[in-house]
């Protein structure tokens, strides 16, 4: 097996022309350590096949927000990062599945969502390209034989109804070596995936059936403190504060108490913080199902009433998630403010960064013409502006202006693998 060598982070632009702040400064100063400290602990605790991490950089702090192990953006990436992508999938599958000569990519079953779509089919292209052979099943009952659906790019995809055999599965007289998710699971473990032999990438044990956004943070915490420590910082500016409640139910208003006081409760600590660092702006947290992804059951809140306000659209929208399950759970989590804009209108955006095994491959904005900088933006609406490659460069360069983009990616790179690294851990236990 040939080693690859790829870059940890790609010279990337963004779009925050700030000068550096003081957090990413320190994150450049300490470079190599930090770069050797990430290699130990991936040895550790190898990382997950794929993620995406969404950041908020409020210019005095700089943290992730959520953690995606089915990443759904990949044709959102520049196009300049497709061989670091193929290269990456080159070493993750070396990895999971050293004599793998097929796989099969399960994605979402809305299948009328095109620009998903256009997701799964840059991973197979990727995969394809990386030299293996690779074709999409389904979990769709009502896709019985080979369908094919032309995308808005001009691609079309082939989704394959899925056959087992025994504990294998195949598509027609293929059998693949590994199963590759990009589904999410939100809607239950499918019996069909349970207990079989070839190489689930990543195990059912994390799909959002059975993982807790509250659990991934509890350990990012502890990542966050171990590295604040390696680089002299307060963990605070790379980590948002989070509790949960127990059972809630925001139709019939059961837990409702629960919920006010602990949004009153983390208020008061995030204010203490910021009369520590002498930050004039009014806290606030994010309140999110504390299992599922796509943006669905979010609200913000900046007191308790707010939480004891809500009319009944409010907790019918907090009520409902992924594959129409119901929010029964719920984490709090510090509000980040974001400080990112794009373009002439200055669109309210935040950077999302991909990962392939443990390698930054590329990253794009999330951007909103009509949300705020305290808004979710994940929700529809929302746009997307690939990070463009500057120049071939493979680390930051801390000779250039202090405003420059690339060395500002470098930290959101820094950061993105901190949250990877919680999810290594969170698999490493679940095995």
Request: aromatic share 8%; glycine share 6%.
């Amino acid at each position: 097996m040939t080693a690859l060598t790829l870059p940890s982070v790609p010279h990337l632009l963004t779009a925050n022309s700030h000068p550096i702040e003081e957090i990413e400064r320190h994150i450049l100063d300490h470079q190599d350590d930090i770069e050797i400290w990430l290699r130990q602990q991936f040895n550790c605790a190898p990382a997950p096949f794929y993620a995406s991490v969404d950041l908020r950089n409020a210019g005095y702090k700089l943290a992730p927000v959520d953690t995606n192990l089915f990443p759904a953006g990949f044709n959102n990436l520049n196009p300049a990062s497709k061989p670091l992508c193929i290269q990456a999938i080159q070493v993750a599958l070396e990895r999971f599945c050293p004599d793998a000569k097929g796989i099969m990519i399960i994605p979402e079953n809305h299948t009328r969502n095109l620009f998903y779509l256009e997701n799964v089919a840059s991973i197979q292209e990727y995969i394809t390209l990386a030299g293996y052979r690779c074709a999409l099943g389904t979990l769709r009952d009502d896709i019985d034989s080979p369908t094919t659906i032309q995308l808005p790019s001009g691609r079309n995809i082939v989704l394959n109804p899925i056959k087992r055999h025994d504990n294998n599965l195949s598509i027609g007289d293929f059998t693949p070596c590994a199963v590759l998710l990009n589904n999410d699971l939100s809607g239950g473990r499918p019996k069909l995936l349970e207990g079989i032999e070839q190489t689930m990438i990543p195990p059912l044990d994390l799909g959002w059936s059975n993982r807790y956004k509250s659990d991934h943070f509890q350990i990012y915490e502890e990542v966050a403190k171990s590295f604040a420590e390696l680089i002299e910082i307060d963990s605070w500016l790379i980590n948002p504060m989070f509790t949960n409640c127990g059972a809630i139910d925001f139709m019939k208003r059961e837990g409702e108490d629960c919920l006010a006081e602990n949004t009153d409760a983390l208020l008061q600590r995030i204010q203490k913080k910021y009369d520590a660092y002498n930050i004039q702006e009014k806290p606030y947290i994010v309140i999110k199902a504390d299992q599922g992804t796509y943006g669905m059951g979010i609200m913000v809140a900046s007191s308790a009433e707010d939480v004891r306000r809500l009319n009944r659209k409010q907790r019918t929208r907090m009520s409902a998630t992924k594959e129409g399950g119901d929010t029964s759970e719920v984490i709090l989590q510090e509000g980040v403010p974001t400080r990112e804009t794009w373009g002439d209108n200055k669109l309210t955006a935040e950077p999302v960064v991909y990962m392939v095994d443990h390698y930054v491959v590329g990253g794009f904005y999330r951007m909103h013409a009509k949300k705020t900088s305290t808004d979710n933006l994940n929700s529809p609406g929302m746009s997307f502006e690939p990070l463009a490659f500057a120049e071939a460069c493979n680390m930051p360069d801390k000779h250039l202006a202090e405003d420059a983009g690339p060395n500002r990616f470098y930290a959101y790179g820094v950061i993105g693998r901190l949250a990877l690294l919680a999810a290594a851990r969170e698999i490493k236990a679940a095995d």
